[in-house]
């Protein structure tokens, strides 16, 4: 079967390759069960080096977002996804010895980077880890997914630019990104409105079955913008400049 990108660039460092990966801008193994059969699970043309770092990213990400209480088996967006997680972190699931070697190891991560609290710690993702009571104390447990969030939403962010319009976004432009769930203290409602009335008036919104929702405009500074909802959980806002 011929290989879908030849030379030309990937989206992601913008080397050109005469041979090059299918990246998928959504995850392939994120995409709930509950996805129809017939929706395309978007690709675009990527490095072999960044497809294979990005892969490690979403990997580490997937386990620590979907174990949470916030991830519900009954929503039709997640249907499947804690299941998949629990799979690839348990050890009995492991088909042989490295396999399970690697869930250990997995797990241990994990771990070591929940946070047990009654309150919300800084730089967490709220509600994303089970909770509980403990002598009539309510407790959270959160966990932590620094330097994971950013790298894939710009991953996600430069694959959508790339299907959308065909462009490549120059190295030297500034994905911000803003995750309202860490940041919400310091995002001024004001401005969430002006955000969400931008795309509501001039933008379009595509919908990738019930797991991924993209809403994406232009704004009259000539500011990309784009609004990334994974599993009816997960919010994502990145913008850029279109030009320098």
Same mark, same amino acid.
């Given at each position: 079967?011929a290989k879908?990108?030849?030379?030309?660039?990937? +989206?992601?460092?913008?080397?050109?390759?005469?041979e090059?990966t299918?990246?998928h801008i959504?995850?392939?193994s #994120?995409?709930? +069960?509950?996805?129809?059969q017939?929706?395309?699970?978007w690709?675009?043309?990527s490095?072999?080096?960044?497809?294979n770092k990005l892969?490690?990213?979403?990997?580490?990400?997937y386990?620590k977002?979907?174990?949470?209480?916030?991830?519900s088996?009954e929503?039709i967006?997640? $249907?499947? +996804?804690?299941?998949?997680?629990i799979?690839?972190?348990?050890? @009995?699931?492991?088909?042989?010895?490295?396999?399970?070697r690697?869930?250990?190891?997995n797990?241990?991560?994990v771990l070591?980077d929940s946070?047990?609290?009654?309150e919300?710690?800084?730089?967490?993702?709220?509600?994303?880890?089970p @909770?509980?009571?403990? $002598?009539?104390?309510s407790m959270?447990?959160?966990?932590?997914?620094?330097?994971?969030?950013?790298?894939?939403?710009?991953?996600?962010?430069?694959g959508?630019?790339?299907?959308?319009k065909n462009?490549?976004?120059d190295?030297?432009?500034?994905i911000t990104i803003?995750?309202?769930?860490e940041?919400?203290?310091n995002?001024a409602? +004001? &401005?969430?409105?002006?955000?969400?009335n931008i795309? &509501?008036t @001039?933008?379009?919104?595509?919908d990738?079955?019930?797991?991924?929702?993209?809403?994406?405009?232009?704004?009259?500074y000539?500011? $990309?913008?784009y609004?990334i909802?994974i #599993?009816g959980?997960v919010?994502m806002w990145? $913008?850029?400049p279109i030009k320098?």
């Amino acid at each position: 079967m011929a290989k879908k990108f030849a030379n030309q660039n990937c +989206v992601h460092c913008l080397g050109y390759f005469q041979e090059l990966t299918e990246d998928h801008i959504f995850p392939k193994s #994120w995409y709930p +069960v509950s996805t129809p059969q017939n929706i395309e699970k978007w690709v675009v043309p990527s490095c072999f080096k960044c497809n294979n770092k990005l892969g490690k990213i979403e990997n580490e990400l997937y386990q620590k977002l979907a174990i949470g209480t916030g991830i519900s088996p009954e929503n039709i967006a997640t $249907s499947g +996804v804690s299941e998949k997680a629990i799979q690839m972190l348990i050890p @009995s699931y492991a088909k042989d010895e490295r396999s399970r070697r690697r869930k250990e190891v997995n797990i241990q991560g994990v771990l070591r980077d929940s946070i047990h609290t009654d309150e919300m710690p800084k730089g967490l993702m709220k509600n994303f880890g089970p @909770s509980g009571n403990i $002598s009539g104390k309510s407790m959270l447990i959160n966990v932590s997914i620094p330097n994971l969030l950013d790298p894939f939403a710009k991953k996600i962010v430069r694959g959508l630019e790339f299907k959308f319009k065909n462009k490549l976004i120059d190295l030297n432009r500034k994905i911000t990104i803003i995750h309202p769930i860490e940041n919400i203290d310091n995002i001024a409602p +004001v &401005e969430m409105e002006n955000l969400n009335n931008i795309l &509501e008036t @001039s933008g379009m919104q595509v919908d990738r079955g019930p797991g991924f929702i993209v809403r994406h405009a232009v704004d009259v500074y000539g500011t $990309s913008l784009y609004h990334i909802i994974i #599993w009816g959980k997960v919010e994502m806002w990145a $913008s850029f400049p279109i030009k320098i």
